[in-house]
Nanobody, 123 residues
């Protein structure tokens, strides 16, 4: 398994959740790691990305609430999600790739994907 995600679950609106994704690769520190999500009946959308340089990118819908981070020694990327809203409900996917900056928000730039982790925000 290239990418193994964990940490999903049920949380109330306003609550927090932290997703983790561990990669089985020696090139982790050189890759861009990202999170995408797909809500029922909707297309997969970009959430956040973390370049090997340290640059981070966020979707406008999660900026200020979500934080992406990585631990290269553990080959793991995290997504800390705070102030969760019902519209954040989705299956969250971690991804690994080497997209150019203009494509960092496109799923086309990533060639390895995790199995998905369901996050449900509901009271």
């Amino acid at each position: 398994v290239q990418l193994q995600a964990s940490g999903g679950g049920l949380v109330q609106p306003g609550g927090s959740l932290k997703l983790s994704c561990t990669a089985s690769t020696r090139t982790f520190s050189r890759n861009t790691m990202a999170w995408f999500r797909q809500a029922p009946g909707k297309e997969r959308e970009f959430v956040a990305a973390h370049r090997s340089t340290g640059n981070v990118y966020y979707a406008d819908s999660v900026k200020g609430r979500f934080t992406i981070s990585r631990d290269n020694a553990k080959t793991t990327v995290y997504l800390q999600m705070n102030s969760l809203k019902p519209e954040d409900t989705a299956v969250y996917y971690c991804a690994r790739g080497d997209p150019i900056t203009s494509s960092i928000r496109s799923s086309n730039g990533y060639y390895y994907w995790g199995q998905g982790s369901l996050v449900t925000v509901s009271s």
